[in-house]
């Protein structure tokens, strides 16, 4: 068990539709990162948030965004879903504002867009 | 840019037999190297790093040398169990600048009576 809890653990919705997903970070863990993985493009970085900042940003649409409230939980929200949009969606955890590269993943959120 | 190419999977070994997955990397500075395994319906969980040229990562009797010269780092385990079937992903991440933790694409490896 890393202690990152991800909520929820599968999600069905139709094109179009919003979704939220929720994430919270390990005790003590200051840094939150939102990662996709798909079959096609693998693990790719969305956004990094630390304690509540936005801090590093990847390959997320403008259609996702993100944040972090102050008790350090984080929520991705996905809007306007377009099939391609199915993926797991990750979340990690780590201490500092910089990447070490040790981070702890939760289990994850299985997006399926119908 | 900075990426990381795995060897593609499948693979599929037998108990007890050595296992190396081939992970090689392109950088524009001087990455960290790690690698992440992935069991079914479960998260990624570091397993192994190397900060420096040379430096061997080790854990769970798995290891991986940092080879500057060739850019690769290898993991290798001399005697695979069956508990070991995972998804093995090989991540680098730029020493001192940058916050994107880069992965491989993964493999799959399957352990087998």
Not at chain 1, 31 to 60: C, H, M, P, T
Not at chain 2, 62 to 80: D, I, Q
Not at chain 2, 92 to 108: D, E, R, S
Request: proline share 3%; hydrophobic share 35%.
């Amino acid at each position: 068990d890393s202690g990152v809890t991800q909520t929820p653990k599968h999600l069905i919705t139709a094109t179009g539709q919003r979704v939220t997903l929720r994430c919270s970070p390990r005790s003590g863990d200051l840094s939150v990162y939102w990662y996709q993985q798909s079959l096609d493009q693998g693990l790719q970085f969305l956004i990094q948030y630390y304690n509540g900042e936005e801090r590093a940003k990847g390959n997320i649409l403008e259609r996702f965004s993100a944040q972090q409230f102050p008790d350090l939980h984080s929520e991705l929200n996905l809007s306007s879903l377009e099939l391609g949009d199915s993926a797991l969606y990750f979340c990690a955890s780590s201490l500092r504002a910089d990447n070490t590269g040790e981070l702890f993943f939760g289990e994850g959120s299985r997006l399926t867009v119908l | 840019g900075n990426s990381v190419t795995q060897m593609e999977g499948p693979v599929t070994l037998s108990e007890e037999a050595f296992l190396t997955i081939n992970c090689t990397y392109t950088a524009t500075g001087y990455p960290s190297l790690f690698w992440y395994v992935q069991y079914p319906g479960e998260g990624l969980q570091l397993l192994l790093k190397a900060t420096k040229a040379d430096d061997k990562g080790s854990n769970k009797g798995f290891e991986a040398t940092y080879r500057k010269e060739t850019t690769s780092f290898h993991l290798e385990k001399g005697s695979v169990q069956v508990s070991d079937s995972a998804v093995y992903f090989c991540a680098l991440i730029l020493t001192g600048g940058g916050n994107k933790l880069t992965f491989g694409t993964g493999t799959q490896l399957k352990v087998e009576l």
